[in-house]
Every structure is written in C-alpha cells, then in structure tokens.
C-alpha cells in the first residue's frame, strides 16, 4: 500500500501541477495519500499557499477537477480499481512550526 499511495501521489502532483487548468487551484502541494486497502477511496493531502480562503476555494477547484485526476491515475497505473479521491488540507506544516515556536 505505501508503494501505491506514493505512486499516486507523484502522479497527481504532477497533474495538479502541469494539467489542471483551474484558476482556483493555485499553489498546491501534495503532501499525502491514504488508500483503502480495497482501492476504493483515497484520501489526498495537500498544503495550500494563502490564506484560509484561499484555501477552501483551492480545495474546492481540486474537488471539481477530482474525474480528471483520477483519470490520469487510471493511465497511469494499472490498478484493478482507480480510487475515488477526496481531497483534505493537511495542517501538519502549521502544527509543526507552532510546536517550534512553542519549544523556542
């Protein structure tokens, strides 16, 4: 399962990155993904440059170009099934420097 999730995780940073074609979807970072272990969800984590509304229209440009996304994991890939994606902010870049500035 670590080999599929970091499999998907290069191929949708690269999609995200060169091939959506959504102007809300801005500075975004994959960070993560958890698959099921029967392939049928993936939870993808991403960082977001900006503020928090910034945030949750990047976030919601990622959601409306999710069939895209997960066809190109289907090109890629030979899966028995492509995971449906949803899409989370992952916080821990924040709860990391807080804890740094906490320990200083």
């Known amino acids: 399962m670590r080999r599929v999730n970091e499999v998907i995780r290069e191929v949708l ?3 995200i990155a060169k091939e959506v074609k959504d102007p809300r979807v801005g500075f975004v970072t994959v960070t993560g993904v ?13 960082s ?13 440009g990622l959601r409306s170009s999710h069939g ?11 899966i ?9 902010y992952d916080d821990s870049i924040e709860r990391g ?4 500035e906490l320990l200083d």
Not at 70 to 77: A, H, K, T
Not at 80 to 88: G, I, M
């Open 13 to 15: 940073g690269d999609a």
């Open 48 to 60: 977001v440059l900006g503020s928090e509304s910034e945030r949750e229209v990047a976030l919601e």
């Open 80 to 88: 028995k099934r492509t995971p449906t994606l949803s899409f989370h």
């Open 68 to 78: 895209f996304l997960q066809s190109r994991i289907n090109d890629e890939m030979r």
């Open 97 to 100: 420097s807080r804890i740094s």
């Open 34 to 46: 958890e698959t099921s272990p029967d392939l049928r969800t993936a939870r993808v984590f991403v």
